[in-house]
């Protein structure tokens, strides 16, 4: 069965801090795919990343970088100089491909605070 | 990627009563998937929906208290039917989206009274 835990219930940095959202995943399927979603106030989610089970290279997006590691069955997430706009509900999921509904599971989330 | 309309965007309803929510696609998609989201808590899969087929529920999810129509490939509705205050929650639609993401309706927002 598939499984996505986000130990950390809740963060708090100062702006300009980097900080690490920690994800860890559990499946029985050899590909799968993760992804993290970001849950600002105003409640939409935003799509940040998809990555697939086959590539492990790391990935940075501006301030953004993500952290696939098969070995730990980790997919951490990095902001770096995070600014007070990072402050949000952060959301790590998995797909497995197997899954013939191609559903995503969530994990429960880590909430974001940015301090000014 | 597609975008989708999501309606209505919040609500208020008495106990007892049902509310439909609607998700209209702007492309063609073979899934859509429908989820809840309790106060302060992760989102939580009700149903796949297919069109031309009865949707699949979760476990803990039923027929009877969230029927779902998917009459075509770009139209879905939830029902929340016989309403308690335990109902209240954010209710969002999903389609797979480009670049392998989901996307997901802006939720609609029930309080249960």
């Known amino acids: 069965a598939q499984k996505v835990t986000q130990a950390q219930t809740e963060i708090s940095v100062v702006e300009k801090e980097d900080v690490t959202l920690d994800c860890v995943y559990e499946t029985r399927d050899t590909t799968y795919y993760l992804f993290w979603y970001k849950q600002p106030p105003s409640g939409e989610l935003v799509f940040l990343i998809r990555?697939?089970?086959?590539?492990?290279q790391n990935e940075i997006s501006g301030r953004y970088s993500w952290n696939f590691q098969k070995s730990t069955s980790s997919f951490n997430f990095t902001i770096t100089a995070s600014q007070v706009v990072d402050s949000a509900v952060y959301f790590c999921?998995?797909?497995?491909?197997?899954?013939?509904?191609?559903?995503?599971?969530f994990g429960k989330g880590t909430r974001l605070h940015i301090l000014p | 990627s597609a975008v989708i309309s999501q309606k209505p965007s919040r609500d208020i309803c008495q106990r007892g009563t049902s509310l439909t929510i609607q998700c209209q696609v702007d492309?063609?998609?073979?899934?859509m998937f429908w989820y809840r989201q309790q106060p302060g808590q992760s989102l939580t899969l009700i149903a796949t929906?297919?069109?031309?087929?009865?949707?699949?529920?979760e476990s803990g999810f039923v027929i009877d208290k969230f029927p779902i129509s998917r009459p075509n490939l770009t139209f879905s509705t939830l029902t929340v039917s016989n309403m308690s205050p335990e109902d209240s929650s954010i209710y969002l639609c999903s389609v797979q989206a480009g670049r392998g993401g989901y996307t997901f309706g802006s939720g609609t927002r029930l309080t249960v009274v």
């Open positions: 492309s063609q998609v073979t899934m």
């Open positions: 929906a297919n069109q031309g087929s009865e949707a699949t529920y």
């Open positions: 990555r697939n089970s086959f590539d492990e």
């Open positions: 999921a998995l797909s497995e491909a197997q899954n013939r509904d191609d559903k995503i599971i």
